[in-house]
């Protein structure tokens, strides 16, 4: 499975930016895919995730309420919507994909077997 996410860039506080995944290779062995970013100097952390097959949602509680994470089926692509967004939120966000198989949680990067380049984000205060 590749990944590769695009869609960031440099946004005022307040502002808006949606990040897309899309998936390909074989994209149906996936389970989840979600994000995760990583602000200089410190460790990467969850963000968002989705479950392919039920649609549910889970977020940080960081970006509840400001982010919205959805997918297009057809088209094996992610996107993770965010609103209202802050000086803080500034990172490189990661996509990643998962089959589901490694005991970890969900929210634990070392679940995912699967990640993107990765997609710089800034909001400027």
């Known amino acids: 499975v590749q990944l590769q996410a695009s869609g960031g860039g440099l946004v005022q506080a307040g502002g808006s930016l949606r990040l897309s995944c899309a998936a390909s290779?074989?994209?149906?062995?996936?389970?989840?895919m979600g994000w995760f970013r990583q602000a200089p100097g410190k460790e990467r952390e969850f963000v968002s995730r989705?479950?392919?097959?039920?649609?549910?949602?889970a977020y940080a509680d960081s970006v509840w309420g400001r982010f919205t994470i959805s997918r297009e089926k057809a088209e094996n692509t992610v996107y993770l919507q965010m609103y209202s967004l802050r000086p803080e939120d500034t990172a490189v966000y990661y996509c990643?994909?998962?089959?589901?198989?490694?005991?970890?949680?969900?929210?634990?990067?070392?679940?995912?077997?699967?990640w993107g380049q990765g997609t710089q984000v800034t909001v400027s205060s």
């Open positions: 990643a994909a998962t089959t589901g198989t490694r005991s970890y949680s969900y929210s634990d990067e070392r679940k995912y077997e699967y």
């Open positions: 290779g074989r994209p149906g062995s996936t389970y989840v």
């Open positions: 989705f479950t392919l097959n039920t649609g549910h949602a």
